[in-house]
Structure formats: structure tokens, C-alpha cells
């Protein structure tokens, strides 16, 4: 242990720092490989469905393994068809501003207690400023593309984003107030003391809301009116083939995943275990093992929702994002700054 500590200390600061970036990458890129296959597992078994149970390794089936595999070499030997007078380089550009932001994201968060690419102070700003960016890559493909189908689908979807993207601002603001810090593992640390003592609970409210505006922002159902097959044939993306096609799908699944390691840090505790009084147990105790944990129960959840509710109306969404999101975050921010004055909850 002591060797292998001595020879990273020796390797230079740069390939430290992508020596950290590719073991970040590497998993959360095989898990939104992996989210598509457990998507449609999942889904069938609520559905009294089969699923993916072929594509295996070396001859073997193993209930279907390796069909994101599969999926990806396909899509890799697809054409990558570009409209005529559509605008190359924007076409080619956008799925990559869609994707880019929901990895880039990932330099904060914090796995276990010091194991972050980057301790920012600002990280909550930077979280925001980035999954705020995830919007241009949608408008810049409707546009590019030269479609009416698609420019319509890119307003639409623009318009959901932005106003969900609004309420999870105002929520995030009120883990501002609780955990009395921008600094992601400054906001986990503020909940330690077990599960009554992380924000879920003096926060219900703004997690209901930051959790339900981040499966609309990620255009997932019962949010997915950008790609109402009926209603504008398949969305902003409709021109795009191949492996352009697929990085804006493998940009949904990871926002997927983001959202539900987010929701674990700012509202569940991130990496601290719901046993207060065995913090140091192997495996019961904090560590990276409970944030994998969250995050996939809310990746869980995210499934979940698309077995179980229709596609809602866009004037319905559009409502729920404006007359009611909205003015509840609004209100539970005066609650919060009454809790806070009284010194009730994370203010006790």
C-alpha cells in the first residue's frame, strides 16, 4: 500500500488528474450502458415482459448481458445520415453539448468522504451552471437539422426544460439554507446524525419538486413530449442517425444517473449510512457503498415512473411546472427561513 502510495505521489499532477478522470468515467459510462438494459428488464418484468435475454458473452446467454454491447456496435456501423442544407457543423455539434455537460458534472461529486476529482466551494453553482447547459444541445439540434418536425420538437422541449430547470433552482436554494454551504461535501456532512437528521425530511417539499423537475428536464415519461412520436413524429432529434442518434439518448440516461446522485447528496446524505451509531462498521457504516446505493434507488425510481404513467398533456406540464412547482418552492423557502429563525430542523 505504502509503494503504491509513493508511486502516485510521484506520477506528475496532470496524470493524476486524468488517472482520476478515467476511473470516474470509465463506471458511470458502463452504467449508462448498463441503465438501458436494466430499463428494459425492469420495465418488462412490470410489464409481465421478457426482456433482453440473447446477447450474452462467448456463447453464453447470461440473461441477456450484453446487449447494451451489442447496441453500441451496431449503432457505431450505422450512417450518419446529415439533411440536406442543414448546418454541418451545429448538427454534428449538438449531441456533443448534450452530452458534455452531464459528464463534465461529475468532477464535484463527492463518492466518499475526499473522494471528488475537485473540492470546489462553488459546487452547487457549478452543478447548476452545467445541467443548465444540457438545453442548448436540444435547441442547436431542432435548428441545425433544417425540419420543421424538429424545430418544433427542440421549442417544446426547451420550454419544459427552462421552466422545471427554474424550480430545481429555487430548491436547490433551499439546501443552500440547510446545509449553509456551496461545497457538495460540506452539504453531506451538515446531515450526519442518521436519517432523520438528512434534508429529506425539514425539506419534503423541495425534494418532491427537485426530484419530479429532473425527470422532466431530462425529457423522461410521463415528461417525454419531446419525442411524442404521434405528435411530431420523434422530437428534436427526429433527422439523426447512428451513433449521433445515440449519444443523445446515452446523454438522457446519463442526466438519469446525475439526478439520482444528486438527489442522494443534497436531500439523503450522500455516502452516510442511515445508521447513525455504526458510522464505522464495515459496510453498514459511511461510505461509497451507500451513495451507489441512493443513486440506483433513484435510478430505480426514475424506471419505475415510465411502467407505471401515461404521457401527460404539454399544457398539463407546462402547468404543473409554472402554477405549482414554482409557487411551492417559493413558499417553503419563507418556511424554511421561519425553521431557521426558530431554529427547528438542521438549524436545532
Partial sequence: MEMLTDFWNWLPLPLQILAKIIAIMVPVM??????????????GYMQVRIGPN??????????GL????????????????????????????????????????????PFDKGWELSNVNAGLLYILALTSMGVYGVIIAGWASNSKYAMMGALRSAAQVVAYEIAMGFALVGVLMAGGSLNLGDI??????????????????LFFVYFISGVAETNRAPFDVAEGESEIVAGFHVEYSGMAFAVFFLAEYANIILIGALTSIFFFGGWLSPFASMADVPLIGDGIQWFIFKTFFFVFVFLWLRATFPRFRYDQIMRLGWKVFIPVT????????????????PWA
Fill in 66 to 109: 450484453g446487449q447494451p454491447i451489442a447496441d453500441a456496435v451496431k449503432l457505431m456501423f450505422k450512417e450518419i445520415i446529415i439533411p440536406t442544407n442543414a448546418s454541418r457543423f451545429l448538427f454534428l455539434v449538438a449531441p456533443i453539448l448534450s452530452m458534455g455537460p452531464a459528464l463534465a458534472a461529475w468532477a464535484v461529486v
Fill in 188 to 205: 453531506i456532512a451538515k446531515q450526519q446524525g442518521g436519517v432523520f437528521s438528512w434534508f429529506w425530511l425539514p425539506l419534503l417539499p
Fill in 330 to 345: 417559493i413558499v417553503w423557502l419563507f418556511v424554511e427561513a421561519v425553521m431557521a429563525v426558530l431554529h427547528v430542523g
Fill in 30 to 43: 458502463l452504467s449508462v450502458a448498463y441503465v438501458t438494459y436494466a430499463e428494459r428488464k425492469i420495465i
Fill in 54 to 63: 440473447r446477447v450474452g458473452f462467448f456463447g453464453a446467454s447470461l440473461w
